[in-house]
């Protein structure tokens, strides 16, 4: 006989097997001793820490061990001599997309503008410690897009939308931690994600797919309402009749590229803010009430939202044991965003605090979210003293309106700028986050603090522009052949949304090419 049971314990009881076993055995009505073998189908902890929540397959003695889940690893099939397809972009909806071609007899191009991840890691370090920033190679552009070196959280409300676990099994195969199977929000951690992207290219090379880095497309070319193929900016013409355009919210030139060839493109509701850091003592005092922590517990998170004068106000990508990262991709501006390694054992916590962007901007036209973000990006850049070094200041300053005349020590690498944050940004955006850090504060207490500090600009949350597509065909509404795609084409939000979005043009892709 084997059954399902919940049980919540306190953390030092979840961390021992055979306290959870009797647990299990009392929920399921058994004597003590009756459970032969045991498995964790789903762990949550509370909000303050106070229990771990398991939900547990179990049987009894007579019944044998429980297996573990049975990984469902991607087949792939030997596409060398197949149909092809151009998959532009090779994040999470990229790669993807190539897998499912391949599963599906389908032989995927992917030309990516960046490098792999290994060289990738050079370029990195170079906007931290020399304040250089390749265009074309940082920390949204390359092998396994933004994701790769932005945390790898798994969380995601778009169950409807696809296969989540399918895409979680994939991860599974290809290296990271079968935890992602069980945790309610799983994390894969930025120290493990390049391996984990690594095997999946060399998986689609393997297959006969193909992977070419330093691959920019600069022209797509089309012909009576079709797309022909791309040109990239070596010059090459690269031909096909199915084009997957997967290449991330912060690729601005494929925006006005479209613009140029005359392909329809919308702008798109996003949000702009900060990323606010305090120390990780500090947020795991707030939410668990105790400090230091439960050493089984994990570094505390937290996540807030409210309404400030018909605007949405909310935390975005909340970082504990984690890093400020700069992720600009021209060298002229300065972006924020955060990311944990997959212990989350650094000292700070950080999160992005970010306002509802709507309606079209100054100027108007589909690009106008794209200037604003620029305009921010710059004046923080300028502001930073033109390097990628950052403004800042403590949280109850940016509060109060006045200058910080110290600042406490922050994670972000290229390092911080005492300047007047609240005056950076336009004046709506700051009274409207002054607000929501008031309101937070009330929910949270003592997370309001100069111990924090507001580092900016939070600004490539989502992509400020959506490329239209036909509901069913997937194709763009003017464009046969086209085909939008993942958070870049604003059909995505996160890792795994853009990685079934991914799967899904897939699957259309295939349809008309194997039919």
């Known amino acids: ?49 106070r229990e771990v929540r398991l939900r547990l397959r179990v049987a009894l003695s007579d019944e ?19 149909p092809r397809a ?30 792999d991840v290994r060289a990738r890691r050079h370029d990195l370090a170079a906007i931290t410690q020399r304040h250089v920033v390749d265009p074309d190679s940082n920390y949204c552009f390359g092998e396994g897009g933004a994701g790769t ?33 069980v945790d ?51 010059g090459e013409l690269e031909e096909a009749e199915r084009v997957v355009l997967a290449t991330g919210h912060s690729a601005r030139d494929v925006f006005e590229l479209l613009v140029r060839a005359g392909v329809a493109i919308e702008r798109k509701d996003f949000a702009i803010g900060v990323r606010l850091e305090h120390p990780q003592e500090l947020i795991d005092r707030v939410r668990y009430r105790r400090a230091p922590r439960d050493p089984r517990l994990p570094p505390a998170s937290y996540s807030a939202v409210t309404q400030i004068r018909g605007a949405g106000v909310y935390t975005f990508c909340m970082c504990p044991g984690g890093v400020i990262a700069p992720c600009a991709t021209s060298p002229d501006e300065v972006v924020t965003n955060g990311w944990s390694p997959s212990k989350r054992n650094n000292p700070f916590a950080n999160s992005g605090v970010v306002v509802e962007i709507k309606g079209p901007q100054a100027g108007g036209g589909p690009l106008s979210g794209v200037r604003l973000q620029r305009e921010l990006e710059h004046a923080a850049w300028i502001a930073g003293g033109r390097t990628q070094a950052a403004p800042a200041q403590r949280m109850v300053d940016f509060m109060e309106g006045r200058a910080s005349s110290t600042l406490p020590a922050c994670s972000y690498l290229p390092g911080v700028v005492s300047h007047r944050v609240d005056q950076l940004l336009p004046a709506d955006i700051t009274e409207r986050l002054q607000l929501a850090m008031r309101d937070f504060g009330q929910k949270l207490r003592g997370y309001v603090t100069n111990e924090a500090v507001v580092v900016a600009v939070e600004s490539r949350t989502s992509s400020p522009v959506r490329v239209p597509r036909d509901p069913e065909r997937l194709e763009h509404p003017d464009v046969r052949g086209l085909f939008p795609c993942g958070e870049g084409a604003g059909y995505a939000g996160g890792i795994v949304s853009a990685a079934m979005d991914g799967v899904r043009v897939a699957e259309r892709v295939a349809a008309l090419l194997t039919t």
């Open 184 to 234: 309610a929000h799983p994390h894969i951690g930025t120290n493990k994600l390049p391996d984990i992207v690594t095997r999946m290219r060399e998986a689609i090379v393997a297959s006969g797919g193909e992977v070419r880095f330093g691959a920019r497309v600069t022209e797509l070319v089309l012909d009576g309402g079709r797309v022909r193929g791309v040109r990239l900016a070596s």
């Open 64 to 82: 044998g061990p429980i297996a573990p889940p049975e990984i469902r690893a991607p087949r792939l099939r030997d596409v060398r001599h197949a």
């Open 1 to 49: 006989m084997k059954v399902t049971v919940e049980v919540a314990l306190a953390p030092v009881a979840a961390a021992d097997p055979a306290r959870v076993k009797k647990a299990a055995e009392r929920a399921a009505g058994w004597a003590l001793g009756r459970a032969s073998g045991m498995r964790v189908e789903h762990r949550s902890i509370d909000a303050r820490g």
């Open 86 to 115: 151009l998959v532009i972009g090779c994040g999470p909806a990229g790669m993807f997309a190539a897998l499912r071609l391949i599963e599906l007899g389908v032989r995927p191009v992917l030309l990516e503008r960046g490098k």
């Open 149 to 181: 070196f932005s945390d790898g959280k798994l969380y995601t409300r778009a169950h409807k939308r696809g296969d989540v676990a399918g895409v979680l099994h994939a991860l599974v195969a290809f290296g990271a931690s079968p935890d992602i199977l």
